[in-house]
């Protein structure tokens, strides 16, 4: 029992650089791994099926981004409700923040996976794509199989955040890279050796994701968990269903309006990627802006891990007021996201042919030229993203997600979605393309403004409580 409060308790003790160190570098492994095997489930379809194929999975990601903002909507939700608790010293109401979390990861879980499966051909039919399309009936294929693991996806990436915020992030990596780690080994041998083609990529992910799962529930069941999973005591309240969307509103809202983008995008590469590209120029737009994602992403996990690494350390020290703790954190949080943004722009601008190469080294030329110079301009804004997903996050776990919900949707719906709607009508297809920079440098300015604000409170805040004392 000592040694479960003393991994709470030194999140207030402990030096904040060692533990953002602690708590990131397994975040940061798990999720680069996470990130690692979704780009090489695209390297393999790409090379063990074809281009189109990519294409189709570009198509379902809207639905796949769903999911997941309900996920962090009940996961993340709960995740920062049982950080304060615990800085609280209330542990009971944490564990039962808990229970909430399991049901309403599940049920959500059921109920998006039966309304999608009933009217999965009209869904798809609607995603975005040129008229006439290769990549649609790829990404049914694809999808129908990815939809019966919904359940085993969100309760491990739910509960994954809820065993962080507990102090053990390790268990979290793990869990991760379990699943990551299967996914590599499945892929390569269901896509090429059992010639599945994207019916394998599928079914090496939903497998993968019931192993992550698996093992998370195995840990918040077992005795060395501080808030242990107890459906037997699981009493129901509203209240508490309401304390867990509001704390986790803010990353649904982001990964909601990022599906709404994806499909706009979608949509927009349909239309105009025949213009600029030529015959089945929507379908290769597709697919190489699928590819400079996938890449993006890799530099964006390890931001997302340093967020989640200093999640608890901020939401504790916060709720025990120790506001210049809180502080320090957060600026360190801030230095290294911005380093590996930095060094992500760096590789892109470098080395873009390369990295398109490794997804389809037998792409149409068509492909090969437009993909390199679009990773080229998507990723010119990448060093201001590091300091806007940390400070947004900010306002979530210091217990005002109002103000986290405004610079989450402040990118993806007041500066994107235009520039994406404005910017397609004026350049076409590399309108689209450079719609994302042009809307985080504006994220980015707007959100600087307002945490200078609190950074300024924050030490006005210490300072009083010094005098106090």
Not at 293 to 301: A, C, R, T, V
Not at 418 to 433: E, K, Q, S, T
Not at 446 to 467: N, Q
Request: net charge positive; glycine share 10%.
């Amino acid at each position: 029992m000592a040694d479960k409060a003393n991994a709470a308790s030194r999140l207030g003790t402990e030096p904040v650089g060692k533990l953002l160190l602690q708590f990131s570098l397994p975040a940061i492994t798990g999720m680069l791994v996470n990130a690692l095997y979704n780009v090489v489930d695209r390297i393999w379809v790409g090379r063990g099926v074809n281009e189109l194929a990519l294409g189709g999975l570009s198509l379902v990601l809207p639905l796949m981004t769903i999911t997941m903002a309900f996920s962090m909507l009940f996961g993340i939700g709960s995740a920062n409700l049982i950080s304060m608790r615990l800085g609280q010293r209330r542990k009971e109401d944490a564990e039962n923040a808990l229970n909430h979390c399991f049901f309403l990861l599940v049920i959500s879980a059921l109920v998006i996976m039966t309304v999608e499966l009933i009217f999965l051909d009209q869904i798809i039919a609607y995603l975005g794509s040129e008229v006439g399309s290769g990549t649609l009936e790829y990404a049914r294929r694809y999808y129908r199989i990815i939809l019966y693991g919904q359940a085993f996806f969100m309760l491990g990436f739910g509960f994954s955040h809820c065993t962080r915020a507990q102090g053990f992030p390790l268990i979290t990596m793990i869990g991760m890279i379990l699943g990551a780690g299967m996914n590599m080994i499945l892929d390569p041998l269901f896509i090429i050796i059992f010639g599945w083609g994207v019916e394998g990529a599928a079914w090496a992910t939903i497998i993968s994701q019931f192993l992550s799962a698996v093992w998370i529930l195995y840990f918040v069941n077992s005795k060395k968990a501080i808030v242990r999973l107890n459906l037997r005591g699981f009493r129901p309240s509203f209240r508490i269903v309401l304390d867990i969307m509001s704390f986790g509103c803010s990353q649904f809202l982001l990964q909601f309006a990022m599906s709404t983008v994806q499909f706009l995008v979608n949509m927009s590469l349909g239309k105009y990627g025949v213009a600029t590209l030529g015959k089945g120029g929507g379908d290769i737009a597709l697919s190489g802006l699928n590819i400079t994602m996938s890449i993006s992403m890799l530099f964006f996990m390890p931001v997302f891990g340093i967020n989640q690494g200093a999640q608890p350390i901020l939401g504790f020290n916060y709720g025990a007021k120790k506001f210049d703790r809180v502080r320090k954190t957060f600026l360190l949080a801030i230095t290294g996201a911005t380093s590996i943004c930095l060094l992500g722009f760096s590789l892109a601008q470098l080395f873009s042919g390369f990295l398109i190469r490794l997804f389809t080294p037998d792409g149409s030329p068509t492909l090969l030229s437009f993909a390199p110079v679009a990773l080229r301009v998507i990723m010119i804004a990448m060093p201001l993203n590091g300091f806007t997903i940390v400070a947004t996050n900010f306002f979530v776990v210091t217990g005002r997600p109002k103000i986290s919900i405004f610079l989450s949707m402040l990118r993806q719906v007041f500066a994107l979605i235009p520039c994406l709607l404005i910017f397609g009508r004026i350049w076409g297809l590399w309108g689209v393309v450079a719609a994302p920079p042009v809307a985080d440098t504006f994220a980015f300015i707007t959100t600087g403004l307002m945490i200078l604000f609190e950074m300024r409170k924050l030490k006005a805040d210490h300072a009083m409580g010094s005098v106090c004392q």
